[in-house]
């Protein structure tokens, strides 16, 4: 069982800046891909930057890429979303999350195993 653990998330005006961090427990963390996702009121929850095991390349939607930056660091457990540039429509719950299968790009969350309980994150003037 794996046990996710965001933080960093709060209160920000437009343009501003956030880091959000994600603690995971156990000892095979670097073996999975690791991703955020988002969901505002309202709406349904929906991918926005992944990073996958091994080095690969990450990836992000289209309405973030440019401004977020995903990282991880396996000797701390731990994976980070960089948020820059920051707009009123990024307002939402964020959720990381753990993929265990052996493909390194999931972008649906039905292809992820285990979610943190979520951060909220508020840009607003």
């Known amino acids: 069982q794996v046990q996710l653990v965001e933080s960093g998330g709060g209160s920000v005006q437009p343009g501003g800046s956030l880091r959000l961090s994600c603690a995971a427990s156990?000892?095979?963390?670097?073996?999975?891909?690791m991703a955020w996702f988002r969901q505002a009121p309202g709406k349904e929850r929906e991918f926005v930057a992944l990073?996958?095991?091994?080095?690969?390349?990450?990836s992000y939607a289209g309405s973030v890429k440019g401004r977020f930056t995903i990282s991880r660091d396996n000797a701390k457990n731990t994976v980070y979303l960089q948020m820059s540039s920051l707009k009123p429509e990024d307002t939402a719950v964020y959720y990381c999350?753990?993929?265990?299968?052996?493909?390194?790009?999931?972008?649906?969350?039905?292809?992820?195993?285990?979610w943190g309980q979520g951060t909220q994150v508020t840009v607003s003037s």
């Open positions: 999350a753990a993929a265990v299968g052996s493909y390194s790009y999931y972008y649906t969350e039905y292809n992820y195993n285990y």
């Open positions: 156990g000892r095979t963390f670097s073996s999975y891909t």
């Open positions: 990073i996958p095991r091994g080095g690969a390349a990450p």
